[in-house]
């Protein structure tokens, strides 16, 4: 099956050797995104519920690239450094989704890439 590289502007830029997202067939595999904001590649470092709320956007950018929105996504992992912060994070998420929310996982880590405090991905179905 054929694969597409999914590449926008509106979400930060790949910092190793990954893709923001892949397409193969009707699926999308979007890449964890990190609290940068890709307007101004600076990064949300201590308010959770901003961080959360730029790696969704960042997310949602990357969606609309390969042609859907956040009612396609299937499955989102969310990592964090303060699972203390976990209604904060829960309460930004669930603005994303008026119904039917996806399958997720959200995992206390002890770091992330860059010093992030959250990283979201997300497996989509178009």
Do not use: W
């Not at 960042?58 to 303060?82: C, E, H, M, P, Q």
């Not at 996806?102 to 992030?116: F, N």
């Amino acid at each position: 099956m054929e694969k597409t590289v999914i590449k926008t502007e509106l979400a930060p830029g790949a910092i190793g050797p990954y893709s923001q997202g892949i397409k193969t067939g009707n699926m999308v595999f979007i890449s964890g995104q990190i609290p940068i904001d890709p307007h101004t590649s600076v990064m949300e470092h201590e308010d959770i519920k901003n961080a959360t709320r730029i790696c969704m956007n960042n997310l949602g950018a990357i969606l609309r690239k390969a042609g859907g929105d956040y009612n396609n996504l299937v499955k989102v992992s969310i990592f964090t450094t303060r699972m203390s912060k976990f209604a904060d994070i829960n309460e930004v998420y669930a603005g994303y989704f008026e119904k039917d929310p996806p399958a997720r996982a959200v995992v206390e880590v002890s770091a992330l890439p860059k010093g992030a405090i959250v990283e979201i991905e997300g497996i989509a179905s178009l």
